[in-house]
């Protein structure tokens, strides 16, 4: 016992042993838009050097493509690296300088993962949580931040860049020639094998989570936005999908013969180890027509993009994402982590054997004559403890040796108006109290008035359950079978469920039981939160709709918020001044102040006095808020136009109290 103490120990001090002053972070440079900084600094978040760099390089099982592809992979109009760091700025991703625990300088939330003896390159938390502002020369790194980056181009970039490097001879062969010098291939073939094969999967990746709708515009992402749940249940149905639902499905699309054709081909496949990205295996036999049709079949459209949450005080929360759809109770963490990395390139190696194990048991599988297998590289450990130690984070507080000095006369009246006009969804809370719990306050879509694509996809979206058909899933009001088509919610809650309790396999038999159950007791016994019941005013789930709560937005304590912009779930208003004006509608005289109807996002340059970022002048994404998706009406109780929820209607702020309130919101 003293041997594995010590092991455990020495194990930890290696990992925090990249404690780098700076972090990492390039200290000083122009960004993408040529706003200049000259030094970044870190605000008290309650982490040392140590945490933040653990942080941003903590493995999790996410395995986008061969790590040497991506350190040698050049961009597709020029012999630069695709990971240059100019590039990586340019999708928003934040540069680091190498150090310790990131020798190659990957930018903040990419790293070397390693799945069953091969490197990759994937993600961690801190990609999507990780931001940094910028005001007069200083860059402000913020942890646990929303990501101002643009993953969706990033993703379609790096298909391009891939497949420009298979047609173009000269790239193709420096491309073969530097992968080589990393030692992870022994010869040309393996490596112009994998480019072709990494190359149409990233590329079915984007054509797959495409918005795609020819009635309407299409909601394009920009910076600062992912539809992740959407992604999330579309990687559940690519890996859930049973040969004979493939067959019935493709039945639509094909003649007999060419059915016939296809299908000897494919079903070897999914009865074997190789299961994984079954429909990128057989995009060789089928026409472009006939994948777009077999894609809309099964795939939902990922168009319902939302702001990236913030991450300080998420293991005090009951309820945790923006509707509220996970209980962070008990295990929750576990299987919530689990799922975030399914969207992040988790290699999904499921696949159906013979009779029953303990895991397929415990996974709520049953005592059948055949199983699921659920192996996957996520890393269960890595994110219990990732969970684990965003419970020291806390929240930034204004810096005022950096941004203007708080106005503490106008902040005093503005906590009156916050008492009045917030405090009845938004409770305060001490930022550093060890003892916080964190109640969500749900209100109804309805009620709040804000964009409701986000909220009706989550419940509304149903998917083919292949591989999980006739599964129970148990939900508040009882249990769900897993008919032909099921709610993609309840899709991902069983897939999530069985990984969790599939321990790793390419570990001794009596150490991978005895690691995943201690990970099992640790998140249940250590999490201080139990379950209860949701608080607010929305439509409780019921037997008749059993995910009606998810019509619901949070409403979550405001500390920090300034450090958040854009503003609302879907990041349609772009500073807390413009989040107190209203939305303008016919009939409003035209000289009022209202919720621009179109911005610029991108830019890291921030406005102290509206709180957010600077939102014109730099080619940025435009923003446009008439498409669904996009509306920024809704959540205009300081316009006197949202009924508070008890029924209540406040007037209409003016400009001065609008400034009142938002300099106690930068106290928080």
Known sequence: MITWLVIGISWRLYELRDSDTERGAITNGTDKFGNHFSRTVYLDQGWSAADSLWFYTVTQGSNLLPYSFFLVLEQPGSSELFRDDSSMDRYGYLPQRPTASNPD???AGMVRDEYQGKAY????CAACHTTQINYQGTGIRIDGGPANSDMETFMVDLATAMQVTLENPEKRDRFVANVLKHGHYNNANDILADLTKYAQRIKTYTIVNSPRDSKRPLTRYGYARLDAFGRIYNRVLEHIMSAQQLRELLADILSEDELTTVMSNVEPVLSSHDRDHIIEKIQ????????????NKIYNPADAPVSYPFLWDIPQHDYIQWNGRVDNSGLGPMARNAGQVIGVFATLDWQEKDGFTLSSVLGGQGFGSKHIDFQSSIDIRNLRRVENHLRKLTSPSWPEHILPAIDKVRMARGAEIY??????CHSLIKRNDPERRIVARMISVHSVGTDSKMATNAIGFVGYSGILRNQYVGVSTGNILLQQQAPAVALLTAATRNVVTTPDSDKWIIRRWLERSFDFAYTFFDNEVQSSLKNGYYTPDSTVSPFAS????KARPLNGIWATAPYL?????????????PKRRPGDPADGEYRPDEFTVGSREFDPEKVGFK??????????????GNYNEGHEYASGRTPLPDGSMLPALNKEQRLDLIEFLKSL
């Open 419 to 424: 008492s009045e006009y917030c405090a009845a």
């Open 569 to 581: 779930h879907n990041g349609s208003i772009p500073t807390l001044y413009d989040l107190l004006l």
């Open 550 to 553: 998810a019509m619901a937005y």
């Open 121 to 124: 390159m994937g993600f961690t």
């Open 105 to 107: 300088g990957l930018p």
């Open 284 to 295: 060789d036999y089928l026409t472009s027509k006939q994948l777009i049709r077999l894609r």
């Open 615 to 628: 939102t014109s002048g730099y080619p940025g994404f435009l923003f446009r808020t008439h498409i669904w």
